[in-house]
């Protein structure tokens, strides 16, 4: 599996010109703790996370109220530039990046511009899935190959897979069934549903 596969997208950025509390809402309103930070040609220049704006409130300027604390930018209080990764690369290198060099976020980009981001709890919803991930992203792929259409329900349990629902061919369950197999959390498939 790839860091394409796992990314949130479209990616959540702000700007280095914004003010500081944009990046605040920013990570309220999306619940994340970091933000990639881009210029104006939308190009990565750094990364904005809860420690960072955490410090800037601890700054002796913000508690002692000054104008020029509630004045600053976001390219004054992020980090600098962060560990990325391409589209293609493996979740395990992605991890064991986040593992060495202790970060929470890390910015898929193609050509310097962000494209997705993939967060600890995307590598270990990946890695160490559940059976109600296993299942969300079994349904999506299934649904995904129907079209956009529920036409096979998807349970599992314990890493076990049942899919339902009637198939027009043998080929077309076939599909089913490795698109469910190679799903993260897997570990066996039941078929209930017919082939016509």
């Known amino acids: 599996m790839h860091a394409k596969d796992i990314m949130s997208t479209p990616a959540r950025t702000v700007h ?16 994340i703790t970091a933000a990639p930070v881009v210029d104006e040609h939308d190009v990565l220049v750094g990364l904005v996370s809860e420690l960072d704006l ?17 004045a600053r930018r976001v390219r004054d209080v992020m980090s600098g530039l962060p560990v990325t990764a391409w589209p293609d690369a493996e979740v395990t ?4 990046v986040m ?31 559940t059976d109600a991930a296993a299942r ?27 899919i339902g629902g009637e198939f027009d061919d043998d080929t077309e369950r076939a599909v089913a069934e490795a698109l469910v197999r190679t799903t993260a959390g897997v570990g066996a498939v039941r078929v209930t549903a017919p082939s016509g």
Do not use: F, I, M
């Open 16 to 31: 280095a010109d914004a003010p500081v509390a944009e990046a605040v809402a920013l990570l309220e309103r999306q619940s």
């Open 93 to 96: 290198d992605v991890a064991s």
């Open 99 to 129: 593992v060495a060099q202790d970060v929470h976020t890390v910015p898929v980009v193609v050509s310097g511009h962000v494209v997705g981001v993939v967060s600890r709890c995307d590598v270990l919803r990946t890695l160490l899935p």
């Open 54 to 70: 955490l410090r800037h409130q601890a700054s002796p300027a913000a508690r002692a109220g000054a104008a020029e604390a509630g």
């Open 136 to 162: 969300r992203e079994a349904q999506r792929r299934l649904d995904v190959y129907a079209d956009g259409r529920r036409r096979w329900p998807v349970t599992v349990d314990d890493g076990v897979a049942t």
